[in-house]
């Protein structure tokens, strides 16, 4: 089946809602223009060198996307979500997102004179990125689709993202988990799902550390050596550490909690008496 595709005049608020459900591209068609994608940003970008890239910027998730929205929607989605705020898009690289390949939203802000100023954002889990296809190796799928390398992620999270961003346009509200935007993700870019496996922040830790959530540890800390449980794992690890000062948990215990960067760490068996421990169990949760 050939690619079907919105008209070229006129703008979004012309094109009606039936029209981007009526979208429709062939495999042979996503697989090329994706792949002419993929080859474009390489050449063009000044951090995309290779498909492993080492460094990611905002610039290149702005290109990437003028290129499929040039592709794929004939450059009217951008206009269009500019149409709707006054505001160009934003799009922006997260480090602390640590479940969700990437994020679109539309923020709104009062400013002076009691006017509300909106504009849309796309965001990416940079760091989730940049773990990936490093020390864990496992077969990556974004979006129902196996990924070999990073970029090929990257624009398997992109194409998710614009999905929500052309709900959010159309129709005002957007979520992965309607049938609406299962059906567009699967005929506009070939998508068999919406979920990601990136690697993930405590995958990483648990492949280059050996420490995972619930893992026993010791650290050194204004000169006394503790012990205590890995509660969490982000650019450092959240350690719980039994102390009668400290907040109460759920197992009725009191914990201070401790942010720890892993190289820091050592396990358990590592520590010299006297240090100060964290009893077995359950893991505790702040009430």
């Not at 009606?16 to 080859?39: G, Y």
């Amino acid at each position: 089946m050939a690619a079907t595709r919105l008209r070229a005049t006129g703008s979004w608020a012309t094109i009606r809602r039936v029209d981007i459900l009526s979208l429709h591209n062939s495999p042979e068609h996503i697989a090329a223009q994706t792949a002419a994608i993929h080859q474009a940003i390489l050449r063009e970008s000044d951090n995309l060198k290779q498909p492993n890239f080492e460094c990611l910027g905002t610039e290149d998730l702005a290109r990437l996307f003028d290129l499929y929205d040039r592709a794929f929607f004939n450059g009217l989605l951008a206009q269009a979500a500019k149409a709707k705020t006054g505001q160009p898009l934003v799009f922006r690289l997260s480090s602390t997102m640590t479940r969700a390949g990437g994020k679109t939203i539309r923020y709104r802000r009062r400013i002076p004179g009691g006017q509300v100023q909106a504009h849309y954002e796309i965001a990416v889990a940079s760091r989730m990125l940049c773990m990936t296809f490093r020390q864990v190796e496992r077969p990556v799928a974004v979006c129902g689709l196996t990924c070999t390398n990073r970029l090929e992620a990257l624009q398997r999270i992109l194409e998710h993202e614009i999905i929500h961003l052309a709900e959010l346009v159309t129709y005002g509200k957007s979520g992965c988990g309607g049938r609406r935007f299962k059906e567009l993700a699967a005929n506009i870019f070939g998508h068999a799902g919406t979920k990601h496996a990136l690697v993930t922040p405590m995958e990483h830790a648990a492949a280059q550390h050996g420490i995972r959530v619930g893992s026993l540890v010791c650290f050194d800390f204004e000169g006394r050596r503790l012990v205590g449980r890995v509660n969490r794992a982000h650019s450092r690890a959240t350690v719980l550490v039994e102390d009668a000062n400290g907040l109460p948990y759920s197992d009725g215990k009191k914990y201070q909690k401790f942010y720890v960067p892993f190289g820091m760490l050592g396990s358990a068996s590592a520590c010299g008496q006297g240090a100060q421990q964290m009893s077995e169990g359950n893991e505790p949760r702040n009430p």
